[in-house]
Each structure stands twice: as structure tokens, then as C-alpha cells.
């Protein structure tokens, strides 16, 4: 059986024939995978399915994010409480995360950062043209939500390449060939604790963690402020929840839009009559929004964990059976988007499922991640650039992220 796990697959692309095939299996596919704990013998049921990843999606009581947390590997109990984050918990305590921090991520708290975000787009586009173009991953789709990300969270412009670079080294704990040192960045914990298993991680928290402090003693109007002081009922974000919500913040806000921006421009170079439609008719934006947001799928999977006996898609599942859910499969299904593997941006109710299938862990940053992709469509339409591909794209070797490490356009 085709192995989705090994990162290596990835550095051709998402394998469509393979997850195509996968789909068209009757039932659940089961997919050999060792216990990382203790190397015997184990497995998930690999979710391929549109129908079927959003019914995981959306039954959390069902299958669990919090009894094996969301990654594919296993961990040992004291891991799991160290590594928890908002998208590793179930209710109750899921919703008292969510409850907290929600106000700071709703259309109105965010719409404020779009003429932040239209002047950064404008400037890297400005270089990017008069650079005659270059690594479109260093120029445009890595410091783009990068730089708006921190704007918005509060933290010195100047720390930007600081936090790509450790955004970085935690893509690369999800690959298999990690090259960072354990004591990296003055890490001192053990890396099973640490998420990504990077010392990388420790370094956001220390970073986090000491902003955090800096707005408890001076707040100011940025995200920081608003998460350290947010209360619902007389509930606050322990330092912990906050450092790690911190990370979480940074990992996702900065590289699932560089990875759609980078996939993105491929797409769009590819698709020439694509491009002069939206240029044509910019009342197809909001299509053209979520046709890249399903075409790049920046996430490729992520795990649930049965709390039951349970059944899908005709499959037994047992209680303690690992479920992962693959994005990039579900969301090129033919049974829910005609002629999948053609990129249209006039399809009509496109629902793709890069930020999850629906239910309680829908991603919080959904609205920023459409508008930064918007702004940047609009900037380079504005400009009159055209996307021309010069060379192959170098990716990234991870079975989790969808990403580019370098990448050859020029404006045509």
C-alpha cells in the first residue's frame, strides 16, 4: 500500500493518483504506521473523503482531539499534557479556550488590519517587480503574513525573519531529517516535550512568554494585550495557555498563508486564462479566494483519536483507534467538486475544507488567511503583474505542511 506518511512522498507534491485511488477503495483505507512510542506494530484509518472528513470533523465527541492529540505520532502522557494546545483539547476545555480568545479573531477585530496589510503586500510587490523577480518565497509569500501576523500581534517588525526562521525549523519537525541541535536557542527541555519536537518551539515560548509580560506591565492596543487580558467569566489564559496559544498564533498565521501564497503562485502561473478572468471580472474574487485555498491545501491532514466504538463510511472503529483526516484528499473528491483537479475559479459553492471540515476546531484564522490572499490578488492585479515560472519549486520534505522553501518567478 502507497505510504502517506514518509515526508519524501511530498517533495513531488500532493500524490492525487494515489490519494484518487484511496478514495475510490470502498470503506476506510487502514494505513500502517509503527507506534513511535514503542516501534511495534499500529495504524490509523486514513480519511479521504469529503463526506466522510467532515463527519469526523464535526462529531468531536466522537473522535477526539485531546486523547491523542492532533499529530500523527504517539506520545507519551506527560507529552500530551506539555504539548496541549487549543486544537490538541475537547470541551470542556476546548470551548473555554475559544471563549476566551474568540473576540480577538472575529471579521470586525481583524477587518481593521486590511490597509496594514494592502501597504505591506504593496511594498513587496514594488520590490518584486523592480527586482525584475526572484525567490518568490523570500520576496512575497513569506514575509507577507509573517509581517502582518506580527503587526497585528504587536511584536517589533524587526524580529520578522526571527520568527520565519523558527517557523522554519518547526516545519522541519514534521519531516524526518530534523538539523537543529536539542540545546538550540538555549533549550533545555526534552524534545518529546516540546511541540515539533523542536527546541525551536522553546524559543517561541521564551519569546511569547516575555512580550506577554511587556503588555501585562504596558498594554497597548495589539493582540498581545487583548489575549493577556481577555476574560469570559473570570477566566484568563494561564501563562502556559498563553505562550502556547502565542505559538500557535505564529505557526498558523504565518505559514499556512506562505504556503497557499506559494503554491498559489504556481497555480496562477500554470492558468494564464485564469488570471485574465479575475482580471476580466474582479467580482470573481471571493471564487478565486477559495479555489487557491483548496487547490494549495497548506494542511495536509490532521488526527483525531476514537473515544468510542464507532462506524464510517462502513468501517468498524474501534474505541482508541487513530483517525486522520487528509485534507489534501477530500478536497479534490469528484463526488463533491466537478472535474477536481482543474483549477476554477468560478466554481459555485465551493466547499473546501483548508481550514477543517467544520464543527468547534474551524480555524480561527480563516478570515485573515482569505483577506491577506485577497489583498494580494487585488496588489498584483493593481500592478498589472502576470506570474511567470522560472524553474522547479524547491519543496519542503513534511508530511503535515504543503510547503515551498524556494521558489523562481518573475512578473511577465
Known amino acids: 500500500m502507497f505510504d502517506l506518511t514518509t515526508p519524501e512522498v511530498y517533495l513531488n507534491g500532493i500524490p492525487h493518483q494515489q490519494l484518487d485511488e484511496m478514495r475510490q477503495t470502498p470503506g476506510l483505507v487502514w494505513h500502517d504506521y509503527p507506534n513511535t512510542i514503542t516501534g511495534e506494530p499500529n495504524g490509523f484509518w486514513a480519511v479521504t473523503r469529503h463526506a466522510d472528513v467532515q463527519h469526523v470533523s464535526r462529531n468531536p465527541e466522537i473522535f477526539s482531539s485531546a486523547i491523542g492529540h492532533s499529530n500523527l505520532w ?38 481593521k488590519w486590511e490597509d496594514a496589510t494592502r501597504d505591506i503586500a504593496g511594498q513587496l510587490f514594488d520590490r518584486f517587480v523592480a527586482d525584475g523577480g526572484g525567490d518568490w518565497v523570500d520576496l512575497v509569500a513569506a514575509p507577507l503574513p509573517i509581517n502582518v501576523i506580527m503587526a497585528i500581534l504587536g511584536v517589533p517588525l524587526d524580529d520578522a525573519d526571527f520568527l520565519i526562521e523558527l517557523s522554519n525549523y518547526l516545519v522541519e519537525g514534521t519531516g524526518d531529517q530534523p538539523t537543529l541541535p536539542a ?98 471580472n474582479p467580482d470573481l474574487m471571493d471564487g478565486a479566494v477559495e479555489e487557491t485555498l483548496r487547490w494549495t491545501t497548506p494542511l495536509l491532514h490532521m488526527r483525531r483519536t476514537a473515544s468510542v466504538d464507532t462506524e464510517l463510511a462502513g468501517t468498524q472503529i474501534k474505541a482508541g483507534d487513530k483517525v486522520v483526516m487528509w485534507y489534501s484528499g477530500a478536497n479534490f473528491d469528484s463526488d463533491q467538486f466537478d472535474q477536481p483537479h482543474r483549477f476554477d475559479i468560478t466554481r459555485e459553492d465551493n466547499q473546501h475544507q483548508s481550514f477543517g471540515g467544520g464543527g468547534h476546531h474551524f480555524c480561527l484564522g480563516a478570515y485573515l488567511a482569505r483577506m491577506e490572499l485577497r489583498v494580494a490578488l487585488e496588489e498584483m492585479m493593481k500592478r498589472n503583474i502576470t506570474l511567470e515560472q522560472r524553474g522547479e519549486p524547491t519543496r519542503i520534505a513534511s508530511n503535515f505542511v504543503h510547503g515551498i522553501a524556494s521558489l523562481e518567478m518573475a512578473p511577465a
Not at 527541555?189 to 506577554?212: D, K, N, Q, V
Not at 498563553?242 to 498559489?264: D, K, M, Y
Open 183 to 280: 540545546d538550540a536557542y538555549g533549550n533545555t527541555t526534552e524534545l518529546r516535550l516540546l511541540p515539533f519536537a523542536s527546541p525551536a518551539s522553546h524559543a517561541l515560548f521564551e519569546y511569547g512568554g516575555r512580550i506577554g509580560a511587556e503588555r501585562r506591565a504596558e498594554p497597548t492596543d495589539d493582540l498581545v494585550t487583548q489575549l493577556v487580558f481577555a476574560e469570559i467569566d473570570g477566566e484568563k489564559l494561564s501563562e502556559q495557555e498563553f505562550r502556547t496559544f502565542f505559538q500557535l498564533i505564529v505557526f498558523g498565521g504565518n505559514e499556512t498563508t506562505r504556503t497557499a501564497l506559494s503554491q498559489g503562485a504556481i497555480v496562477w502561473a500554470n492558468n494564464p486564462g485564469q488570471w485574465q478572468l479575475l482580471r476580466d
Open 74 to 111: 504517539d506520545l507519551e502522557a506527560d507529552a500530551l499534557e506539555a504539548r496541549r494546545s487549543l486544537i490538541d483539547s475537547d470541551a470542556p476545555d476546548h470551548t473555554r479556550l475559544r471563549r476566551v480568545v474568540s473576540k480577538a479573531f472575529t471579521p470586525k477585530s481583524l477587518g
